[in-house]
């Protein structure tokens, strides 16, 4: 699934936009694949999975699209 880095935060999270979705889905910087958190900007388009937490669907396998 692709979508874009809509927010980032100073604790090494944010949220990636989903086009035809309402909800953001989470990420945190340990889901990075060849990527490092400092690197991507709000606005990058990034590929990634999702899995099931307790919190919700979050994304793994984070990388640039």
Known sequence: ???TIKTKTDK???F???PGQEK???FHSSA???VS???LREGDTVSFETEESDRG???VNV???
């Open 57 to 59: 669907p979050r994304a």
């Open 63 to 65: 990388s640039r699209a």
């Open 12 to 14: 090494s999270f944010g």
């Open 16 to 18: 990636i936009s989903v």
């Open 32 to 34: 990075l694949v060849g």
């Open 24 to 26: 953001e889905v989470f």
């Open 1 to 3: 699934m692709t979508g």
């Open 37 to 39: 958190y400092d690197e």
